[in-house]
C-alpha cells in the first residue's frame, strides 16, 4: 500500500504495540503530528519540555517493562532530548526516540534548526539512524524497536529528515514475530556477535558456579539492576532462599529483591547499610547478578570483596571484568541463569554466618529532632498511607538515598530512579511516564527542592492530564548532597548551595492548578497524603525538613567498602 | 598484564556511513590514542574491514573488543596475535633530490628497501615503500638526512599467518553469539 513516510511510522508504531507516545511538536516533525490525528489508537501526551517526555517515555519503559517511545522536533527539541537519553542509557532502560530532521536538500547547510543529532546522541545510543529513503522507514523503525529492547536494553533513537516524512512509499504490515525473519533486520539476526538475542548461558559455567557455591560458607548475593530489568525477582527470591544467603541490593536493583525478605540486607555501596558493607567485606563468595560494580558500588575496586571469589552474571559480556577483577562469570539474562541454578541448587543452610551479617544494622536510624521531620518520619508516613505496591519515583540526591534505604520495595520497576546518570529532574518526568503506563496504580514522586525546581514545568502536564501523582517534597532549602560532601571534605565550607530563594511551591502548585500543602509535622504529613491519595488527585506536599540532615553511612569514593565517614 | 604494548585489531563492519566514527569513537571516548587505522572495503562490497593499532595493556584490548562487538555495525572483531599476525603499510616519500648525488643516494636507499621509485621531477624523488613500522622508521632516518619533503603512511593492515581467519571460533565469541530469539 501507498503511503507517506509519517503514515509508515503510524504503522510501525502500531506494528509494536505502541498505544502512548511522549513528545512536543515543531516545524520539521508537523507532518508526523498531522498524521497522529488519524491514528486515535496512539495516545499523544504533550510535555512541556522534550525533557519531560524522554524522562516520560524512560519512566514508562522501567515501570511497565514495554518499549517507551517520544518524539521531538529537529534542532533544540532533538538536543533537549540528550539528557533524557543518556540517563536511559546509563540504566539500560529501552526508548525509541523519533526526531525529524530538515528536508534531506537542506542538510548539512546550517539550516534553521538543524543539528546533527545522530552524531551528538552516537555515546549515549545502543544505535541511532538518520533515515534518508522513505523505502528504508519501515524496516529501520522495526529494527530500532528489536534493539530497543532486546540483550541489555537501551536507548535507541531514529532522526527522519522532513520530506521523508512527506515522500511516498509502499508499505506492507507485517506482524511483530515477522520482524527478524525479513529486510536488514533479518540479516542483523543471522549474523553472529549481535545483542539480539538473550544468551543461552554455557552450562558448564552454570555447573562451575554451582560448585563454588556448595564449597562455600559464607555466600553473599548483590542484585543489581539487570534483576529488574530482566524481571528476574522471583527467580532471584527462590536463588536467595535456597543458598541461605544475605542480599544487598544495588540502587538500580531495588525492587529485584523483596525489601522484606529477612535475607534483605539493604543498599550496597557508599551509602550502603553497614550490614551490606560489612557483608561484603567479609563473604568467601560474591555472586553479583546484573550489576556492573559502578565506582558508587564497589569504591575501591581493588579491595572489593577482597576475602571473597567474585562471580558476575551479566546479560553484557562487556560489563565482565571491567570495573572488578572476577574469579567466574557466566554470561546470560539473570531470569535464566537464575532458573538453571535454582534447578541444580539443593537447600543451604548458613545460620552462622548470617547471624553475623544481621548482628550489624540493615537500616539507619534518626535521631527525632524536636522542630523538622526526619527523613525517616516523612518516609514511615508515605508507608503508612500508600499500599505497598505503590510506584516511587524519585529524582536524584539526598531524598533519593533515604527512599532507597528505608522503603521496601517488592517487586521490578516499582521504583524508578535515576542511578546511573544522576539526573536531577528525572523524576516528575518519569512520574508521568509511570503513571501514564499503570494508570490503575498510585504513584508518589519523592524529590527535593533542589531537583523539583529544574523540571518542574512538568507539573502542567500533571494537571492537564489529572495524573493522581503524588509529589513529597524533601525541603531543606539546599543541595543537601552536596552540602553534606562540602561539610564532609570542604571544611564546611558550603559554595553555592544553599537555596535560600523561591519558589513557593505550594502557591506554585495553585498556580498550575494542583492542590499543594505545606507541612511541619508527621500528623500534618498524614493528613495532606491521606487527602490526596482518597481523591486521586494530584497534590505536591512540602515537608519541611533540616538542612544539615545527612545521609547515613556513608564511604568516600574510592575508599574501602567498610571505611564508613559516618555511620 | 598491564604492560603496555601495540596490540593490533582486526574489525569487519558495515560499508555504511558513519560506521568509521562509530569505531573511533569508542577510542577516542576512553581516552586511548589510535596509533594506526586502515579502513578499505573487503571482497564481500557489503563489508569494510578496519586495522586498528592502539597502544594499551591486555584487559583494556579485550575491553575494547568486547564493546566494539556491541555496536550494531561491526560484523566481528579479532585481536591479532603478533606472533602469528603479517603486518605491512605503504609509505610515499617524497624527497628532495636537486644534485646527481642527491639522486643516486635516493635511489640506493630505495633499493636496500625494496622500494620502488614512482616519480622523477628535476627537483625530487618519490618513492614508495611497503613495509612494517621498523623499515618505514630506518628509511625516514636515511632520507631525512637528504631532506624529506613530504611523507605520508597508510597505516598498518595485517593478516594472520597460515588458515586462521577473523570468524575463527573462541569463547569469547561464543559469549556473543546468542541462541534464544527474544524478538
Not at chain 1, 523505502?135 to 540483550?151: C, H, M, P, Q
Not at chain 1, 537500616?363 to 508515605?382: F, K, N, R, S
Not at chain 1, 508527621?522 to 494530584?538: D, G, I, K, S, Y
Request: aromatic content about 6%; overall charge negative; charged content about 20%.
Amino acid at each position: 500500500m501507498l503511503m507517506t513516510g509519517a503514515q509508515i511510522l503510524m504503522e510501525c508504531l502500531l506494528e509494536q504495540e505502541v498505544d502512548t507516545v511522549f513528545g512536543f511538536p515543531g516545524g520539521t516533525i508537523m507532518h508526523v503530528y498531522d498524521e497522529l490525528l488519524n491514528y486515535p489508537a496512539i495516545h499523544h501526551i504533550l510535555t512541556a519540555h522534550e525533557q519531560g517526555a524522554c524522562h516520560a517515555a524512560d519512566g514508562y519503559a522501567r515501570s511497565t517493562g514495554r518499549v517507551g517511545v517520544c518524539f521531538a522536533t529537529s534542532g533544540p527539541g532533538a538536543t533537549n532530548l540528550v539528557t533524557g537519553i543518556a540517563t536511559a542509557y546509563m540504566d539500560s532502560s529501552p526508548v525509541v526516540c523519533i526526531s525529524c530532521n530538515v528536508s534531506l536538500s537542506l542538510l548539512g547547510k546550517d539550516s534553521f534548526q538543524e543539528v546533527d543529532i545522530t552524531g551528538v546522541t552516537m555515546p549515549i545510543t545502543k544505535c541511532n539512524y538518520l533515515v534518508r529513503d522513505v523505502g528504508d522507514l519501515a524496516d529501520t523503525v522495526r529494527e530500532a524497536f528489536a534493539i530497543a529492547r532486546s540483550g541489555r536494553p537501551g536507548p535507541v533513537l531514529i532522526d527522519i529528515p522532513r520530506n521523508v516524512t512527506q515522500d511516498m512509499a509502499d508499505y506492507t504490515p507485517l506482524a511483530r514475530d515477522g520482524h527478524g525473519k525479513v529486510g536488514r533486520l533479518g540479516q542483523l539476526m543471522k549474523r553472529s556477535s549481535q545483542n539480539f538475542r538473550a544468551a543461552e548461558p554455557d552450562y558448564r559455567d552454570i555447573d562451575i558456579l554451582v560448585d563454588m557455591i556448595r564449597a562455600a560458607q559464607r555466600p553473599m548475593v548483590i542484585c543489581g539492576g539487570g534483576v529488574v530489568r530482566s524481571r528476574a525477582d522471583r527467580e532471584l527470591e527462590t536463588f536467595a532462599n535456597r543458598i541461605d544467603a544475605p542480599v544487598g541490593i544495588t540502587v538500580m536493583g531495588a525492587g529485584g529483591f523483596r525489601g522484606l525478605n529477612p535475607l534483605a540486607t539493604g543498599l550496597v555501596g557508599m551509602h550502603g547499610s553497614q550490614a551490606s558493607n560489612m557483608a561484603v567485606d567479609a563473604c568467601d563468595l560474591l555472586i553479583a547478578v546484573g550489576c556492573r560494580f559502578s565506582d558508587r558500588v564497589a569504591l575501591r575496586p581493588r579491595s572489593f570483596a577482597r576475602n571473597a571469589k567474585v562471580v558476575q552474571i551479566d546479560i553484557d559480556r562487556s560489563e565482565i571484568n571491567k570495573n572488578v577483577e572476577t574469579d567466574h562469570h557466566i554470561v546470560g539474562d539473570a531470569k535464566r541463569v537464575l532458573a538453571l541454578l535454582n534447578e541444580r541448587l539443593e537447600q543451604m543452610d548458613h545460620a552462622k554466618w548470617k547471624e553475623y551479617v544481621f548482628s550489624y544494622k540493615t537500616q539507619t536510624e534518626y535521631d527525632e529532632a524536636a522542630d523538622h521531620m526526619t527523613p525517616g518520619q516523612v518516609l514511615d508516613a508515605i508507608a503508612r498511607i500508600v499500599p505497598n505496591y505503590t510506584i516511587f519515583a524519585t529524582d536524584v540526591g539526598q531524598h533519593q538515598m533515604w527512599a532507597i534505604q528505608h522503603l521496601h520495595f517488592e517487586y521490578c520497576g516499582q521504583l524508578v530512579t535515576s542511578g546511573g546518570y544522576g539526573t536531577m529532574g528525572f523524576g516528575l518526568g518519569a512520574a508521568i511516564g509511570a503513571q501514564v503506563g499503570n494508570p490503575e496504580m498510585p504513584v508518589v514522586l519523592i524529590t527535593g527542592d533542589g531537583s523539583f525546581r529544574m523540571n518542574l514545568n512538568e507539573l502542567s502536564t500533571v494537571q492537564y492530564y489529572g495524573l493522581p501523582i503524588i509529589v513529597v517534597l524533601f525541603n531543606n532549602g539546599t543541595l543537601g548532597m552536596v552540602r553534606q560532601w562540602q561539610t564532609l571534605s570542604c571544611n564546611g565550607r558550603h559554595s553555592q548551595t544553599t537555596l535560600d530563594r523561591g519558589p513557593d511551591f505550594v502557591k506554585l502548585a495553585d498556580a498550575y492548578g494542583i492542590k499543594g500543602f505545606r507541612v511541619t509535622d508527621v500528623t500534618e504529613l498524614e493528613a495532606a497524603l491521606t487527602e490526596a491519595f482518597v481523591a486521586r488527585v494530584p497534590a505536591v506536599i512540602d515537608c519541611a525538613i533540616d538542612i544539615d540532615e545527612m545521609v547515613r553511612p556513608m564511604v568516600g569514593g574510592g575508599s574501602h567498602i567498610t571505611r564508613f565517614m559516618v555511620d | 598484564m598491564n604492560e603496555i604494548k601495540r596490540h593490533t585489531l582486526a574489525v569487519l563492519v558495515d560499508n555504511e556511513a558513519g560506521v568509521l566514527s562509530r569505531v573511533a569513537r569508542l577510542f577516542s571516548g576512553k581516552g586511548y590514542n589510535i596509533e594506526s587505522l586502515a579502513v578499505g572495503t573487503t571482497h564481500d562490497p557489503a563489508v569494510s574491514r578496519i586495522t586498528i593499532e592502539v597502544l594499551t595493556d591486555e584487559k583494556q584490548a579485550g575491553l575494547i573488543c568486547s564493546q566494539l562487538r556491541k555496536l550494531i555495525c561491526v560484523h566481528s572483531v579479532k585481536r591479532l596475535d603478533a606472533e602469528r599476525t603479517i603486518r605491512r603499510e605503504l609509505v610515499l616519500i617524497k624527497v628532495s633530490a636537486s644534485t646527481h648525488e642527491a639522486r643516486n643516494e635516493i635511489v640506493q636507499i630505495a633499493s636496500l628497501f625494496h622500494a620502488s621509485i614512482i616519480d622523477v621531477s628535476t627537483g625530487s624523488l618519490t618513492i614508495a615503500l611497503i613495509g612494517d613500522e621498523s623499515q618505514a622508521e630506518t628509511i625516514q632516518t636515511l632520507l631525512g638526512e637528504i631532506g624529506i619533503m613530504e611523507l605520508v603512511r597508510t597505516g598498518m593492515v595485517a593478516l594472520e599467518r597460515g588458515q586462521y581467519t577473523i570468524d575463527e571460533q573462541t569463547k569469547e565469541k561464543d559469549e556473543f553469539d546468542y541462541g534464544k530469539n527474544v524478538l
